[in-house]
């Protein structure tokens, strides 16, 4: 049961004193209707418990309360001790929901700017009205001060009439102040001391690009009185309980922070709902390369993974771009309670996008009532003109729902979170189908999700095309709810093998347990220097440390992007309870093991090798023979597979090189792959895309675009990994 008073409850649960040498990660994640909570072995990385409650968009605390309450019932329900929590983190939709209601505070911009480009410099701070919904807008006010006017006395002058116009929170801007800071943080200073929360554009980005940097330190101010507030609830009554255990905020790039780098830039908690899901594909999942599509019920979002990482793009508030990276996760209206509407006849016209969640209406598969008297009908109103096909039983309204065509033809597992009254539902279609002009019940569930298998493989098919991804490694992971409703019928829809992730049902939670420390540093530079790839790449490092990350747990992902301009380290780490690197034991039999990975060549492969064990991984390679027409002209392709400890396929390519070599020779011999496999053609040279493996991890070099900054890089992370002397290197054909 869920406590009234949840601090209460939280004290009574740690006067227990049972199993006190376990140790457990406790994940929490905010969703639309509940909030969900779950307990993980820290050692195994099992589930051990889950709790859920109503999540708590209208209390006074926010979502908060939610969180609290969810962990109060996650520690009664399973015994857990305070001493026993080795962490906990949470997701929250705060700073969405502080955008969608309009809940936030108006900015004064101070901004600054050398005098010869004054007039360009406050042009580019001044940032007009930032519509957050129809009705409701982010009031901004303006002030502009030449730089070398800076005095403490000016800048007080300007904060008093930024207040005295209604700004409730200031954002200091300055030209070039990623590379020249004090200005700003002298704003900040004299803001704190008037009693004004303050930020600065060189705590949101170091990239230049004023106006984009000012919009995105805008957002950033306008939610932090929302965000601390939620912050500090959420901290004190974790500490007041006695829990010392780091705490954690999921981040909108699929990382975690801690409350500290929350309260400094609470924007990165920004459209960050996804992010727990995609986190538990690749860590609990196992997942290395595939879509991964977290199903609820009203919406399902659609990610992809690409060798062991998910993908980034920038965000946009209104249509204008943010400094904020965040995951490339696209959103459909359909999922495992969207409403159906029928075209005419024997055909469907869509599946979604309005759910019987929105509609009030309960499943047809979940009813105890007899369907013995169901009849057709129709459910509409006065804002939407689309007729929905439901179910009535006496004065009751059934909503007919993908989750209910799945169990009639039995795609859904006894014991899936999905899994309804399959007898209700096939009698209730049977009796339907005829009304609705379709010949039996399972022709009226089969069109039911065909149907929404066509919207949802749509957005698949896009991601598949936008990444480039070979068709031939892709496969679907399902997750959520109502992922045994959806993802059968589009895997079927696209012809490519699928698996549902286990407890499907809490996968964001769980992600949210299991997620790693990240944070990113970038800067303009162009033609980065090895000293500037040197410099940044520690940056990150140290950034996750200072978080809580164990050293030997950290990897730094170094970016080189030429057109922009860019350059890009993201650190992720582990905590010293956790490692990343998939150090346990094999999950399933041998035999199994093999058959999955020659099963992953397709069956144009041939001569398929089980090569040697290096570095922590097992090396397995196939010659793939061009097919179709003019196929004698193509050269056979290389493809390979690499499994790791655990048995799962951790890297993947068909088109791939790779060198044994060792860690002292691995950064000379990297230049010699990668020149074998570069491409040349009038715009210039091309190299692969690299990787090492090395004391059971996977160095991703893959962002850079020069051999010689791959060698540098490889000689910094095989000098920090240490370990084993063995290393594997592996190209990638662009």
């Known amino acids: ?30 969703g639309g209707t509940f909030t969900h909570a779950v307990a993980i072995d820290a050692a195994s990385l099992e589930l051990t418990g889950t709790a859920k409650v109503p999540t708590t968009h ?67 701070t001044c940032i007009p009205p930032i519509p957050l919904t129809p009705h409701r807008r982010l009031l901004i006010h303006h002030r502009f001060l030449r730089s070398h006017l800076a005095t403490p006395e000016r800048i007080d002058a300007l904060l008093r009439a930024l207040r005295e116009a209604g700004a409730r929170v ?20 004299r803001a704190a001391e ?24 805008v957002i950033n101010a306008a939610m932090i009185s929302r965000m601390l507030d939620t912050a500090d609830m959420t901290e004190r009554a974790v500490r007041d309980a006695g829990i010392s255990a780091p705490l954690m905020i999921m981040r909108s790039d699929g990382g975690v922070m801690d409350v500290a780098e929350m309260r400094r830039r609470p924007i990165l908690t920004m459209l960050s709902g996804p992010a727990a899901g995609v986190a538990a594909a690749l860590l609990h999942a196992g997942v290395s390369d595939g879509i991964f599509l977290e199903v609820g019920g009203t919406s399902t979002d659609v990610s992809v993974i690409r060798n062991g990482r998910c993908q980034i793009r920038s965000a946009e508030l209104g249509g204008r771009k943010l400094h904020l990276e965040t995951l490339d996760v696209r959103t459909v209206g359909v999922a495992g309670g969207s409403l159906v509407e029928l075209a005419r006849p024997g055909a469907i016209a869509s599946v979604g996008p309005r759910s019987a969640h929105i509609a009030g209406l309960p499943y047809l598969c979940f009813s105890r009532l007899a369907t013995e008297s169901l009849q057709s009908a129709i459910y509409e109103t006065p804002d939407d003109r689309s007729r929905r096909v439901c179910a009535r039983v006496g004065d009751t309204l059934l909503a007919i729902t993908p989750t209910c065509a799945a169990n009639v033809v039995g795609l859904v597992p006894p014991d899936d979170p999905a899994a309804g009254d399959g007898k209700t539902a096939a009698g209730g279609f049977d009796r339907l189908a005829p009304t609705l002009g379709f010949a039996s019940g399972s022709a009226l569930a089969d069109a039911i999700l065909r149907a929404a298998a066509r919207r949802v493989g749509e957005l698949v098919r896009g991601l598949i095309r936008d990444y480039r991804l070979d068709p031939a490694l892709v496969r679907l992971v399902g997750g959520g709810g109502g992922a045994s409703a959806i993802v059968p019928a589009v895997a079927r829809e696209l012809g490519l093998p699928f698996e549902n992730a286990r407890h499907a049902d809490v996968i964001s939670a769980i992600g949210v347990a299991l997620a790693l420390l990240r944070d990113s540093v970038e800067r303009t530079v162009v033609s980065p220097s090895d000293e500037d790839i040197r410099r940044i790449r520690s940056e990150a490092f140290d950034s996750v440390l200072r978080m809580g990350a164990a050293p030997e747990t950290i990897q730094v992902f170094v970016e080189v992007d030429t057109r922009r301009n860019l350059l890009r380290a993201t650190a992720e780490g582990a905590t010293d309870i956790h490692r990343p690197d998939g150090e346990s034991e094999r999950s399933g039999a041998a035999d199994s093991i093999e058959s999955t990975v020659r099963a992953s060549f397709g069956p144009a492969a041939t001569n398929i090798v089980r090569g040697r064990v290096a570095a922590g991984f097992e090396l397995w390679t196939a010659d793939l023979r061009p097919t179709g027409l003019l196929c004698w002209l193509r050269r056979a392709r290389t493809a390979i597979r690499i499994v790791d400890r655990a048995g799962r396929i951790r890297w993947a390519s068909n088109s791939a090189g790779w060198t044994a070599s060792t860690c002292t020779r691995a950064p000379t011999d990297v230049l010699a792959l990668a020149e074998r496999h570069t491409r040349y053609s009038d715009a210039g040279a091309t190299i692969p895309r690299c990787f090492a493996l090395a004391d059971g991890r996977v160095v991703d070099l893959s962002g850079l675009c020069d051999a010689t900054q791959v060698s540098e890089v490889l000689r910094w992370e095989l000098q920090r990994i240490g370990g084993g002397d063995d290393c594997l290197l592996l190209v990638e054909n662009a």
């Open 170 to 189: 200031i954002v200091a801007a300055e030209a070039f102040s990623v590379d020249d800071p004090r200005r700003e943080q002298l704003v900040c200073e």
């Open 58 to 124: 209208r209390a006074a605390e926010g979502v908060a309360r939610g969180v609290i309450d969810a962990l109060a019932q996650l520690m009664q329900r399973h015994a857990i001790t305070r001493d026993q929590i080795a962490l906990i983190a949470h997701s929250t939709t705060q700073a969405t929901n502080a955008l969608l209601e309009g809940d936030v505070a108006p900015v004064g911009i101070l901004g600054m700017g050398p005098s010869r480009s004054a007039w360009i410099a406050s042009a580019q």
């Open 194 to 217: 008037m009693g004004l929360p303050a930020t600065a554009t060189h705590h949101v980005s170091r990239l230049h690009g004023l106006r984009t940097r000012t919009r995105t330190a």
């Open 1 to 30: 049961m869920c406590c009234s008073d949840s601090g209460s409850c939280l004290h009574r649960v740690t006067e227990h004193s049972l199993q006190p040498a376990r140790k457990i990660r406790i994940g929490i994640d905010v």
